[in-house]
């Protein structure tokens, strides 16, 4: 079965940017969705963007003006997100969760595989 990894994760100064990417094992057929959860240890997970097929995004308003997300579906690349002007508040453990197609026959049949990423961390100085 296919399985999400993040990557892109790191230390970073505040005010600095990094760009996370949620990467299948394997190629995939279609993407309907992606979130970003971000979670830190003791806390639950948090949204911090979704994105959908065609384009549309929202944000935790802790994400809005600084974060992009965006579906990518090339080179495995599933989604990406661009995060800027990084604040101590962000560091974090990112996980992707896709809503997919692996295979042509399941887009077809509008079968829906959930699957989770297992997060890269991110983490923000002063």
């Known amino acids: 079965q296919v399985q999400l990894v993040e990557s892109g994760g790191g230390s970073v100064e505040s005010g600095g940017s990094l760009t996370l990417s949620c990467r299948g094992s394997e190629s995939i057929y279609w993407i309907y969705s992606v979130t970003w959860f971000r979670q830190t240890p003791g806390n639950q997970r948090e949204l911090v963007a979704s994105i959908a097929e065609d384009g549309s995004a929202n944000y935790a308003e802790s994400a809005k003006g600084r974060f992009t997300a965006s579906i990518d579906n090339t080179e495995n690349v599933v989604a990406t997100l661009h995060m800027t002007k990084l604040e101590p508040e962000d560091t974090a453990n990112y996980l992707c969760?896709?809503?997919?197609?692996?295979?042509?026959?399941?887009?077809?049949?509008?079968?829906?595989?959930?699957?989770w990423g297992k997060g890269t961390q991110v983490t923000v100085s002063t």
């Open positions: 969760y896709a809503a997919l197609a692996p295979s042509f026959y399941e887009y077809g049949q509008r079968q829906q595989t959930h699957l």
